[in-house]
């Protein structure tokens, strides 16, 4: 089977850190690529951090490179995302995906053929 589940998101203040876990079944995890996705109330699905197999090729959106950082342990077949100095605007449903993306397609989510069903983060001022 593939599947993705998310966990860890949650309420918390402007300013505060939270880190959000990925479950892959062995099946959605051995791919090329998998990924951090968001998307808030009434917008369009965003790109937020994506990874390599071997942990190398990481990137990340604009609006959260020095904030977030993006890891996978291989061994427990997870995808974290660890978000620090959270912003009002980092509010929304947050996704994991996987897939067969190319280092030049990463940030497309055309590009991931699996996806968990999300996390909700809310973050106040």
């Known amino acids: 089977q593939v599947q993705l589940v998310e966990s860890g998101g949650g309420a918390v203040q402007a300013g505060d850190s939270l880190k959000l876990s990925c479950a892959a079944s062995e099946q959605a995890f051995r791919v090329s690529a998998m990924a951090w996705f968001r998307q808030a109330s009434g917008k369009e699905r965003e790109f937020v951090a994506a990874?390599?197999?071997?942990?190398?090729?990481?990137v990340y959106a604009d609006s959260v490179k020095g904030r977030f950082v993006i890891s996978r342990d291989n061994a427990q077949s997870t995808l974290s995302l660890q978000m620090n100095s959270l912003k009002p605007e980092d509010t929304a449903v947050y996704y994991c995906a996987s897939g067969g993306a190319i280092t030049s397609t990463m940030r497309r989510s055309s590009a991931y053929a699996n996806w968990g069903q999300g996390t909700l983060v809310i973050v106040s001022s």
């Open positions: 990874i390599r197999w071997n942990g190398g090729g990481v």
